[in-house]
């Protein structure tokens, strides 16, 4: 798994921290517009050996990366709920409380959102306003006991994971990272959604550019030669 990734953030540009327990997070979206479900993943990893000989510790914990049902509807803000563009943000996150109650990641630099304000159940990633600002798009669990089954209330654009005691278990990781490198944490979001549009596109565009490669070849093959009757 850890080749997959590197591979991935050599092909969009994004870092890998290689220094010993110096946690990487990344989200996962997953290719599905289903609202209300936590059908994406969060991945962490670290280097547990050295710089010179890495030794790499990988999880993944299931999560959602879209804002609830209920938020869709009823959003906070008046522009729309807000929606995790996909992206390195690096440094923006940070131990502290979530919403005052308990240890969560939570924002500390700006990061970029989509606002979603059509007020519907359906996620709309292409047509809201993109902002970006600190607006408490946080690292958080669902209900604090067992695994939660439906979203609703639990994000308004939150990263929340799924189960208790993987984000209990998260939360001692990034306990172990602070107490190494500072209480800074980089958080990247993949959009399986996007990257699965953008395959599209290329095939498309291939099929388009090998169809009139080879209706040109067969254009010029089959023209007849011009015939000339001498009288």
């Known amino acids: 798994m850890i080749k997959e990734v590197k591979k991935l953030a050599k092909e969009k540009g994004f870092v890998i921290y290689e220094k010993p327990y110096y946690l990487n997070i990344w989200g996962f979206r997953a290719n599905s517009q289903t609202p209300n479900s936590f059908d994406d993943e969060i991945h962490v990893f670290t280097n547990i050996g050295t710089e010179r000989r890495p030794k790499w510790a990988y999880w993944v914990f299931k999560c959602t990366t879209d804002p609830?049902?209920?938020?869709?509807?009823?959003?906070?803000?008046?522009?729309?709920?807000?929606?995790?563009n996909p992206g390195q943000y690096v440094d923006a996150y940070q131990l502290g409380l979530h919403r005052g109650k308990y240890r969560?990641?939570?924002?500390?630099?700006?990061?970029?959102?989509?606002?979603?304000?059509?007020?519907?159940?359906?996620?709309?990633?292409?047509?809201?306003?993109?902002?970006?600002?600190?607006?408490?798009?946080?690292?958080?669990?669902?209900?604090?006991?067992?695994?939660?089954?439906?979203?609703?209330?639990?994000?308004?654009?939150?990263?929340?994971?799924?189960?208790?005691?993987?984000?209990?278990?998260?939360?001692?990781?990034?306990?172990?990272?602070?107490?190494?490198?500072?209480?800074?944490?980089?958080?990247?979001?993949?959009?399986?959604?996007?990257?699965?549009?953008?395959?599209?596109?290329?095939?498309?565009v291939g099929g388009v550019l090998i169809g009139l490669i080879v209706g040109g070849f067969f254009l010029v093959s089959n023209d007849e030669p011009t015939k000339t009757i001498d009288k």
């Open 68 to 84: 609830g049902t209920y938020w869709l509807k009823n959003p906070m803000n008046p522009q729309g709920t807000a929606i995790l």
């Open 104 to 204: 969560a990641l939570v924002q500390r630099g700006a990061v970029s959102v989509t606002r979603d304000y059509n007020r519907n159940a359906i996620l709309d990633f292409n047509n809201g306003r993109t902002v970006k600002g600190i607006y408490g798009i946080n690292i958080h669990r669902a209900s604090q006991v067992g695994t939660t089954l439906v979203v609703d209330k639990y994000s308004a654009g939150c990263q929340v994971f799924k189960n208790v005691k993987d984000f209990d278990f998260f939360i001692k990781l990034c306990e172990l990272h602070r107490n190494f490198h500072g209480n800074k944490f980089t958080y990247t979001l993949v959009d399986k959604r996007m990257e699965h549009r953008e395959n599209l596109k290329m095939i498309a």
